[in-house]
């Protein structure tokens, strides 16, 4: 029984829920174990998508002034933004414990 809780215990520190905005159980993890350069690679990809997509938002004149447009919008950016901001709380994690 002891290796069991061992075993979850080493999961449980490797596999990290991202931050859910939808649900208290995670669905989705990220492994901590992954390339430092892979984790970054992640992040950067969800924060400059998440950039780009506020940037065409703020540009295009129609669509700044339809609220309902831009409300949908808020959430899925909302989530790829926090998502790239978890991951980048995991490299920051793993840069410190190198040093």
């Given at each position: 029984?002891?290796?069991?809780?061992?075993v979850?215990?080493?999961?449980?520190?490797?596999?990290?829920p991202?931050?859910?905005l939808?649900?208290?159980v995670?669905?989705?993890?990220?492994?901590a174990?992954?390339?430092?350069h892979?984790?970054?690679?992640?992040?950067?990809?969800?924060?400059?998508?998440?950039?780009?997509?506020l940037e065409?938002?703020v540009c295009?004149e129609?669509?700044?002034?339809?609220?309902?447009?831009?409300?949908?919008?808020?959430?899925?950016?909302?989530t790829?933004?926090?998502?790239?901001?978890?991951l980048?709380?995991?490299?920051?994690?793993?840069?410190?414990s190198?040093s």
């Amino acid at each position: 029984m002891a290796f069991i809780t061992q075993v979850e215990s080493l999961r449980m520190n490797r596999y990290i829920p991202l931050t859910g905005l939808d649900s208290n159980v995670p669905a989705l993890l990220i492994d901590a174990q992954a390339p430092i350069h892979v984790l970054h690679d992640a992040a950067v990809y969800r924060i400059r998508t998440v950039t780009e997509a506020l940037e065409s938002l703020v540009c295009d004149e129609g669509m700044s002034e339809d609220v309902y447009l831009i409300d949908s919008w808020v959430k899925p950016l909302a989530t790829q933004l926090r998502d790239g901001c978890d991951l980048l709380d995991v490299v920051n994690r793993k840069l410190n414990s190198e040093s």
